[in-house]
């Protein structure tokens, strides 16, 4: 079974430049996650997707940061204008809760992570 | 603000030996605790999870241990195999709402 796919991999791009990442979570599962890991702060929760409507986006750092979730299979997060400070790996991630449903355990099954560089 | 806590940015032990990694939180509303792996360039992977209607919970050489009164968990490891060495994540949840996470302690077992 597929897990959770992310595009692109590795991204390096200047700063003012517009930058797009993609998610695919698994089949089924109705809530998408955006997180971001750095050195400092360990994983940041972005903003966070149940049933394809955004729940949370308290951790989005600035207006530079949008997310959206079109359908149930796709997910992006795009800064513009990208900025160095926001070099990190962000990683997508998805799980079957479901919403007004029994209490989750709130596992995650993670993508392998967007790397992105901005120089 | 940070409600996950993980105070040792690295961990190093001996092959065959306990590894114990160390998480605290401040959110008492926290009902479920999970450890997570990763490995370099690699996303995290679930490892083991504990409800806070339990103090221990065992899956093979990992234990996880949630002592809720001192808002302490921690996760022992036994033996420690080199293949364990990677990045761990604590993380709490309420409800089954988000995943707050710490911000990792790096375990390197040396062999």
């Known amino acids: 079974d597929a897990g959770v796919i992310q595009s692109p991999r590795h991204e390096v791009t200047e700063m003012g430049q517009e930058v797009t990442l993609r998610c695919k979570p698994i089949?089924?599962?109705?809530?998408l996650f955006w997180y971001r890991q750095t050195m400092m702060r360990g994983l940041e929760l972005l903003i966070y997707?149940?049933?394809?409507?955004?729940?949370?986006d308290s951790g989005m750092p600035e207006d530079r940061f949008s997310a959206k979730m079109p359908n149930a299979s796709f997910s992006t997060l795009k800064i513009q204008p990208s900025e160095p400070r926001d070099s990190a790996v962000y990683f997508c991630a998805s799980s079957s809760r479901l919403a007004g449903g029994p209490k989750s355990t709130g596992e995650l099954f993670f993508g392998e992570g967007s790397r992105l560089t901005v120089l | 603000d940070q409600q996950v806590k993980q105070n040792s940015p690295s961990l190093s032990v001996q092959e065959g030996r306990i590894s114990i990694l160390n998480c605290d939180y401040t959110?008492?509303?926290?009902?479920?605790f999970l450890w997570y792996k990763k490995y370099p360039a690699e996303g995290p992977t679930f490892l083991i999870s504990i409800s806070s209607i339990k103090d221990k919970n065992e899956d093979g050489r990992f234990t996880v241990f949630l002592n809720k009164s001192a808002k302490h968990l921690s996760l022992h490891i036994v033996p420690s195999q080199p293949g364990d060495s990677a990045v761990y994540f604590c993380a709490a949840t309420e409800y089954g709402n988000k995943l707050v996470f710490g911000a990792g302690t790096i375990l390197r077992v040396k062999s």
């Open positions: 997707f149940n049933n394809n409507v955004p729940i949370d």
């Open positions: 089949s089924g599962h109705n809530s």
């Open positions: 959110n008492s509303m926290f009902d479920y």
